[in-house]
Nanobody, 115 residues
């Protein structure tokens, strides 16, 4: 069982930045596809960004050019750098780890973009 611990959410003004962190309980970054998803009130959970074990990244169109997913294998942590935040980015952000049929989720961290 893999546990994912997220941190870094909070309240930020439009145009501001936040960095989310996700620390898995085991050394899985070299195997799993790691990702960030988000769910706004009344909406379905959606993909934000993913990064493979080889470093390939994928982004939702709505965040391209503003968000960056990265990982630090030494610190065993995945990051989501969010810049130029908009009110529509407000959601609970979830860290995800996938490998074959294995699929794990973090508890989520709230990001609120508001003036």
């Amino acid at each position: 069982q893999v546990q994912l611990v997220e941190s870094g959410g909070g309240l930020v003004q439009p145009g501001g930045s936040l960095r989310l962190s996700c620390a898995p309980s085991g050394s899985i970054l070299s195997i799993y596809v790691m990702g960030w998803y988000r769910q706004a009130p009344g909406k379905q959970r959606e993909l934000v960004a993913t990064i493979t074990s080889t470093g390939n990244t994928n982004y939702a169109d709505s965040v391209k050019g503003r968000f960056t997913i990265s990982r630090d294998n030494v610190k065993n942590t995945v990051y989501l750098q969010m810049n130029s935040l908009k009110p529509e980015d407000t959601a609970v952000y979830y860290c995800n780890a996938q490998y074959l049929r294995l699929n794990y989720w973090g508890q989520g961290t709230q990001v609120t973009v508001s003036s």
